[in-house]
Structures are given as structure tokens and as C-alpha cells.
């Protein structure tokens, strides 16, 4: 079993920065990989980024590449998403979310342990 605590949400406006942070609890930390997600009213659900258990691997959503940048520190047992020049339409609650095992994935289906969320809100 895994917990996982998100972090760092609020209001920023376009332009501006944002650090989620992800706690993890119940598990050796370095055994499985991480994701962000993200989940704007009337969407689904959608991929923001991915990172392998040691954090040598990370995959972005076309949308935040170049924007977003996600880390992990294993002695911590935390996962990070750093999101500059925010846009309105990032606006969303963020989860962040572990697999069962070392291997990150794009798809939601593959990850057994989820956070309650974190509300991002941009403004223009």
C-alpha cells in the first residue's frame, strides 16, 4: 500500500511558477515510478508527466513539455512537478500517482496508487 500527499497547489497568473510536491508513505520509495496527472471540470482526466524510479527516464505531455519539468528525490520519498510560464488552460487539479512497479506509463489505468489532488489555478 502507498499514500500519497500532494502539495504546493494555489493561484498564480499567466506567466508565473509553481512547485507541486508529491509525499509518499508505505513503501520503499525507489521500487516503482511516478506520474502527474491532471483533471480540469468537464475533462478527463489527462497526462502531464512521468518519471522512473531512479529518475534517470521523465516523459511530458506535449502540451507542458518545455514548460514543466518533474524530479523525484528517493531519500526524501517525494516526486516534484515544476510548472513555469503557467498558462490559463493548466488550470486543473493535479494528482500525482505511483505504479506498482519500476516502469512509468502515460495511461491512468496503470497506476494502482493515487493522491487526493491539488488545485492549480491560472489567471490571466
Known amino acids: 500500500q502507498v499514500q500519497l500527499v500532494e502539495s504546493g497547489g494555489g493561484l498564480v497568473q499567466a506567466g508565473g511558477s509553481l512547485r507541486l510536491s508529491c509525499a509518499a508513505s508505505?513503501?520503499?520509495?525507489?521500487?516503482?515510478?511516478m506520474g502527474w496527472f491532471r483533471q480540469a471540470p468537464g475533462k478527463e482526466r489527462e497526462f502531464v508527466a512521468k518519471i522512473d524510479w531512479s529518475g534517470g527516464s521523465t516523459d511530458y505531455a506535449d502540451s507542458v513539455k518545455g514548460r514543466f519539468t518533474i524530479s523525484r528525490d528517493n531519500a526524501k520519498s517525494t516526486v516534484y512537478l515544476q510548472m513555469n510560464s503557467l498558462k490559463p488552460e493548466d488550470t486543473a487539479v493535479y494528482y500525482c500517482?505511483?505504479?506498482?512497479?519500476?516502469?512509468?506509463?502515460?495511461?491512468?489505468?496503470?497506476?494502482?496508487?493515487w493522491g487526493q489532488g491539488t488545485q492549480v489555478t491560472v489567471s490571466s
Open positions: 508505505g513503501r520503499t520509495f525507489g521500487s516503482y515510478a
Open positions: 500517482a505511483s505504479t506498482r512497479g519500476v516502469v512509468a506509463a502515460r495511461s491512468p489505468q496503470l497506476y494502482a496508487y
